[in-house]
């Protein structure tokens, strides 16, 4: 069946960096549009990035432009969120997810993965 597993959350400093990893399995990740989500205490669940599966375009929000880098590798069936420069307010959990239209709108995505957790702090 499809699944989806996120790994790479963790502590970090602010300026610091981390690399989420998102691994697919039961279908061609390739074929289809990956999402990065996220969600902090209190807070409504916020599309972060997300790419293509045609062309590898990618999309980020305002909020984290220049700073985070979504790159797909199909031989892996993984899609990576590389964050840089990392802020306390990027603290949230994290969720990769599967869809079809490549929007950062969570009801554009079918399939999630169950989170992991980012904290920034000093």
């Known amino acids: 069946q499809v699944q989806l597993v996120e790994s790479g959350g963790g502590l970090v400093q602010p300026g610091g960096s981390l690399r989420l990893s998102c691994a697919a399995s039961g279908f061609t990740l390739d074929y289809y549009v990956i999402g990065w989500f996220r969600q902090a205490p209190g807070k409504e669940r916020e599309g972060v990035s997300c790419i293509s599966s045609n062309d590898d375009s990618t999309h980020y929000a305002d909020s984290v432009k220049g700073r985070f880098t979504i790159t797909r590798d199909n031989a892996k069936n993984t899609v990576y969120l590389q964050m840089n420069s990392l802020k306390p307010e990027d603290t949230a959990v994290y969720y990769c997810?599967?869809?079809?239209?490549?929007?950062?709108?969570?009801?554009?995505?079918?399939?999630w993965g169950q989170g992991t957790q980012v904290t920034v702090s000093s």
């Open positions: 997810a599967m869809g079809i239209v490549p929007r950062l709108a969570a009801l554009a995505y079918d399939y």
